[in-house]
């Protein structure tokens, strides 16, 4: 469970400096991601749920769906990083 943690902790830690402090005070500064920082790419959002460009849809609701299992905050895990989650996903299911 904590691989898929550790895997999207991983990438904000290289992509979002500073997100571990936006995590406690999410809510009192929005950017364009309305978590703070920079709108999301299509990139991004599959480093984040673990996917190769051109994943397909089923792929990615496969992926979202195992990472929430594992960060939901109902099973200890994080609102901010099942945010993130959700937002890969809207992303790559929009694209």
Known sequence: GDVYKRQVEAYLDRMQEGWREEEVSAGRTRGSDGLGGAAMTPDEAYEILGLGP??????????????????????????????KINQAKEILLDA
């Open 54 to 83: 051109g994943a397909s849809d089923d792929e990615v609701r496969d992926a979202h769906h195992r990472l929430m299992l594992k960060i939901h905050p109902d099973q200890g895990g994080s609102t901010y990083l099942a945010t």
